[in-house]
């Protein structure tokens, strides 16, 4: 592989690290099919496409702004948010 290319599939514990999250959650969302997934060898160890990633990175800001558009920022919540 060339020097700086990304690989084309990530483990979990990677897609974790790449989302801030744990490597359950990004198991959790294999599971329920947010996320697409491979599963490998006789271990059956999860693989995930740096494209697939890259999919549901651009839908959840997608979702996100759609939440953000059908529920308008409220001044209390400027207060919640300092908690």
Sequence with gaps: ?????????LSLADVAEVLNISAAQVYALVRRGDL???KIGGRGQWRVEAAA???YIQQAYQDAASFIESHPFAADEVDASAD
């Design 53 to 55: 990633l890259e999919r």
């Design 36 to 38: 697409k997934a491979i």
């Design 1 to 9: 592989m060339p020097t700086g290319a990304q690989p084309r599939f």
